[in-house]
């Protein structure tokens, strides 16, 4: 456990080398789907490594860092999450834009409406929300949103480390032998593989997209009906996520996944609801001040950044405490909108 943290709760922090063996016992639990996990203990390692060089490294715009946050519950490591800056930096960033086209004859007095899947890198530059994961006993009682908010938290602490806009993809709907009806009706025509092993060699290298995509648009209305039925659905698993980032802003534009149609949500930046309302103060300020409804704690300093929640009947001091704080360090603060319970899945 990372030295100044008290274990009574949940706290989010960034991860580092002591948290290594932690983190590898959690890839057992970890679905083969999830992409921009680390698979193995040297890519944890390179992951960890990277995210402790992006925190130390000095405020200025992004050049495709990886800030890779913890989930500590009680001493242990849980969950994760991931924000990754400057897409399409270092590689393309593939989507496909669903463009709805009209088209008519006069003579014939005949209008038709077709849904045209454009490939695009649309989201160059973007910083992208990712690797949202809790072991599944440890889910529920506020911890996914907690650990999907602290993202925005941290994001709130420097937004110009981001950019202009943040975006994330939603893990598309597949059945329960995990095939994807779109994989099957588009991909697979291109690719001549299964569909995990293209979605895992996505995570390392997109160079063999641009090999074997086509340029030209595909017409949807052509597809089979189950792959046109799943275009911008979210996996079941994947929808109290989708609520979520909804809940503070994010919205689907028309940009799904090229590999199981998943549906893409954005936002820029300065309109996510934590980046414009997490209020700064002094942590003393913070203890003295009261709360109506439940909501987030941060620390300001973005190289030593922990989140935590609180509730209104919580002492305060402890939960300034709890996140290793002084009286006199900066803290941001956010109440929850709406009180909801949340359960993610993966």
């Known amino acids: ?36 996990m680390p698979q193995t ?39 994760t999450s991931s924000i990754f800056t400057n897409l399409g930096s270092q590689r393309p960033f593939y989507s496909y834009r669903v463009i709805r086209e009209s088209k008519s004859s006069p003579e014939t007095g005949i209008s038709v409406e077709l849904d045209m899947l454009h490939l695009v890198n649309d989201h160059h530059g973007d910083a992208e929300l990712g690797t949202l994961f809790i072991l599944p006993e440890r889910r529920g009682g506020g911890r996914g949103r907690l650990l999907s908010f602290a993202r925005l938290m941290l994001i709130a602490a420097e937004p110009y480390r981001f950019g202009p806009r943040i975006m994330a993809e939603i893990r598309g709907w597949t059945d329960d032998d995990q095939v994807s009806p779109f994989w099957e009706a588009v991909g697979r025509k291109f690719f001549h593989m299964d569909y995990r092993v293209a ?3 996505s995570a390392k290298d997109h160079r063999f997209i641009a090999d074997l995509m086509p340029r030209f648009p595909i017409c949807a209305d052509l597809l089979p009906e189950d792959a046109r039925a799943v275009i911008a659905k979210a996996h079941d698993k994947a929808r109290p996520a989708r609520s979520l980032l909804e809940s503070q802003g994010f919205r689907y534009n028309n940009v799904v996944d090229i590999f199981d149609a998943g549906p893409c949500v954005e936002s820029f930046t300065d309109s996510i609801d934590i980046v414009r309302n997490a209020e700064r103060m002094t942590a003393k300020d913070w203890v003295a001040g009261k709360a109506e409804a439940k909501g987030l704690l941060a620390r300001a300093d973005f190289k030593h950044f922990a989140a935590t929640t609180f509730r209104p009947e919580d002492d305060r001091q402890s939960v300034i405490d709890r996140l290793g704080m002084s009286n006199t360090d900066e803290v941001m603060t956010y109440q929850f909108r709406e009180p909801r319970t949340w359960r993610i899945q993966n």
């Open 199 to 201: 979605d895992a060699m």
């Open 41 to 79: 203990r040297e890519e944890m390692e390179k992951r960890v490594q990277r995210s402790e060089h992006a925190f130390e490294r000095p405020a200025q715009p992004p050049e495709g860092e990886a800030y890779f946050l913890i989930l500590e519950d009680e001493g242990r490591i849980v969950g």
């Open 1 to 36: 456990m990372a030295q100044g943290y008290c274990i009574m709760s949940h706290i989010v922090r960034p991860a580092t080398m002591n948290d290594l063996p932690g983190l590898v016992a959690l890839l057992e639990h970890v679905d083969p789907g999830m992409i921009t």
